[in-house]
């Protein structure tokens, strides 16, 4: 936070005084420094910086890269039937509260596109980018989520194209791509 930064604004302040407190409160969590369990995709970003710091040439640490997605994957697959906090507290039945939280394309926005763009070339790691995708497909039921996933392989797949020069690593990701999409047509 930004030391003396207003962290709410209350419209209007009726007999619910308390409860704008109460919620204000239980939307908050400050403290010197962010804090995991508080931020989502505070997390997420920290594995993510782990994939792209194993993915530079310095590293080139490829099961590293690889490993995290795997986490990630697992991560998105553990949310299925679940539902984000969409940070709107209520109070008998009126907003009382409105603040950032985090969805489901924020989630997989932290997730893929850093890592995609830094495993450019990479086809191990982008092939097994789009083989995560397809088992979190798999097993998530939601269609919009589905449309999410969709957009994500997508974008490897046309990295991909402009990225890998050997037709037969290409070949390979196109036919990981094909498994994603039968997820889809069953």
């Not at 204000?24 to 969590?29: E, G, L, Q, V, Y």
């Not at 403290?31 to 989502?40: H, M, Q, T, Y």
């Not at 906090?85 to 969805?103: E, F, I, Q, R, Y």
Request: net charge negative.
């Amino acid at each position: 936070m930004f030391p003396g930064a207003s962290i709410a604004l209350v419209k209007s302040l009726n007999d619910g005084a308390d409860d704008v407190g109460e919620a204000i409160r239980s939307a908050t969590d400050l403290g010197g420094e962010r804090a995991s369990s508080a931020d989502l995709e505070y997390t997420i970003r920290h594995l993510v910086e782990v994939a792209v710091r194993a993915l530079s040439t310095g590293i080139n640490g490829l099961h590293t890269a690889i490993s995290v997605l795997d986490r990630l994957g697992a991560s998105l697959c553990d949310m299925v039937g679940r539902n984000l906090p969409s940070g709107v507290w209520l109070s008998d039945g009126k907003t009382c509260l409105v603040a950032s939280g985090a969805d489901y394309d924020g989630v997989t926005d932290a997730m893929f596109p850093m890592i995609r763009q830094n495993a450019a070339g990479s086809t191990a790691v982008v092939i097994r980018m789009l083989d995560v995708l397809t088992a979190v497909a798999s097993c998530e039921p939601r269609l919009d989520r589905h449309a999410t996933l969709a957009q994500r392989a997508k974008l490897v797949v046309e990295d991909a194209r402009r990225s890998i020069g050997n037709n037969a690593d290409l070949h390979d990701l196109l036919a990981s791509f094909e498994r994603f999409e039968a997820v889809f047509t069953g």
